[in-house]
């Protein structure tokens, strides 16, 4: 069993939807990130938290830290944010290594 | 913002071939370079954490002879891949962190190589 599970795999949506994504996890982190991974294979971090929300543009990401659960949400989705959406957690220690879901796979439609 | 640089983005070459990939951080120095192997509609695994001036840290499972990580700069690493076989071909991507004080800087990515033996 993967230690950062994200749902949906999948999911298709209409120009204009509220999109969000969940990531879970197992472990005790120090930090969680999102990132978004284009056709292309190229790979931008969104987000890097370790509690509360943060905001840029249209995205948004939140995290609690008890129940072990994040969220990404985009607001008036565009065709332009189709991407996979990765969660990444980042445990305790020097070691800085990340631990990731397999993925979302968002098209947003015309 | 920072970026990293990784060359070649696409390989094509013959069973046997050891190929190069390089990961550079172009505005930043970077203490800790990692090296990741994606297959189809999987996550990234972590294949080797390359520091420095180090030796790099393979994960298990990982051969550390024919995965060949070079650190040599704040600002480059490179993985060969020796003697490439079909089983080999995969996407591989590089992060870097940067060497500043802050525990908590993100990684910063590359735009990743595909790598196709025939």
């Known amino acids: 069993k993967n230690e950062v599970e994200q749902s949906p795999q999948n999911l298709t949506a209409q120009e204009g939807e509220f999109i969000t994504i969940n990531c879970s996890y197992s472990?005790?982190?120090?930090?969680l990130h999102w990132l978004q991974q284009h056709p292309g294979g190229g790979i931008v971090s969104l987000f890097m938290l370790s509690s509360g929300k943060k905001k840029h543009g249209r995205l948004i990401a939140t995290i609690n830290i008890q129940e072990k659960h994040s969220s990404l949400h985009i607001t008036a989705s565009h065709p332009r944010d189709s991407a996979v959406y990765i969660c990444?957690?980042?445990?305790?220690?020097?070691?800085?290594?990340?631990?990731f879901g397999k993925g979302t796979l968002l098209t947003v439609n015309p | 913002g920072a970026v990293v640089s990784q060359h070649p983005s696409w390989v094509i070459c013959k069973s046997g071939t050891s190929v190069k990939i390089e990961c550079r951080s172009l505005?930043?120095?970077?203490?800790?370079m990692f090296w990741y192997r994606q297959f189809p509609k999987q996550s990234l695994m972590l294949m080797a954490t390359?520091?420095?001036?180090?030796?790099?840290?393979?994960e298990q499972g990982v051969e550390k002879d024919k995965f060949l990580i070079n650190h040599a700069s704040l600002t480059l690493s490179t993985l060969t891949v020796t003697s490439a076989h079909p089983e080999d071909s995969s996407f591989y991507i590089c992060s870097a962190r940067p060497r500043l004080p802050d525990s908590n800087q993100p990684q910063h990515f590359g735009d990743g190589t595909r790598l196709s033996i025939l």
């Open positions: 990444a957690v980042k445990s305790g220690g020097s070691n800085y290594k990340l631990t």
């Open positions: 472990v005790g982190i120090s930090a």
């Open positions: 390359s520091n420095e001036g180090s030796k790099a840290t393979y």
């Open positions: 505005d930043f120095q970077a203490t800790t």
